[in-house]
């Protein structure tokens, strides 16, 4: 696909990220769309963050979100681009009801990003804050 990899990427969460969505494709045998997604800057073909679900979840069809993008290209909208293509093909697919996140209490721009595209704040601990987007919202 002739990709180059961005500047600090894979930043660390993308390390550790990365064995447990080896382990669980190879558990699944092909991807199903619910695992994770490069981030690619159009402009230069560079692996810039990635974005993606942790699973699917068939009792409650439920997906939780989670993205990242490497320090140099935060603030540009590539978060937020990403993140509306994935939600709209999830909800599309017909077996999402609900799509979740989490941040930490203090990532200003991840609570931005979360407002701006719906969620909905539904608990708070120590550390996270966790949110909620339904279908249709």
Not at 55 to 73: A, P, R, S, T, V
Not at 78 to 105: M, N, R, S
Request: aromatic fraction near 10%; include cysteine; charge should be neutral.
């Amino acid at each position: 696909m002739d990709l180059r990899k961005g500047r600090g990427w894979p930043d660390d969460d993308v390390l550790e990220t990365l064995p447990k969505i080896i382990n669980n494709l190879s558990e699944i045998g092909a991807p199903t769309g619910f695992e994770s997604w490069m981030i690619i800057k159009n402009e230069t073909s560079e692996i810039i963050g990635d974005i993606g679900f942790k699973g699917f979840n068939q009792k409650e069809q439920l997906i939780d979100i989670g993205y990242g993008i490497i320090l140099g290209e935060r603030r540009q909208g590539y978060a937020e681009e990403a993140a509306k293509a994935l939600i709209g093909w999830a909800f599309k697919q017909g077996i999402v009801k609900e799509i979740t996140a989490k941040c930490l209490t203090d990532n200003v721009s991840s609570i931005h990003l979360l407002q701006k595209l719906n969620f909905k704040k539904v608990k708070r601990d120590d550390i996270f804050l966790y949110w909620s987007l339904p279908y249709g919202n």
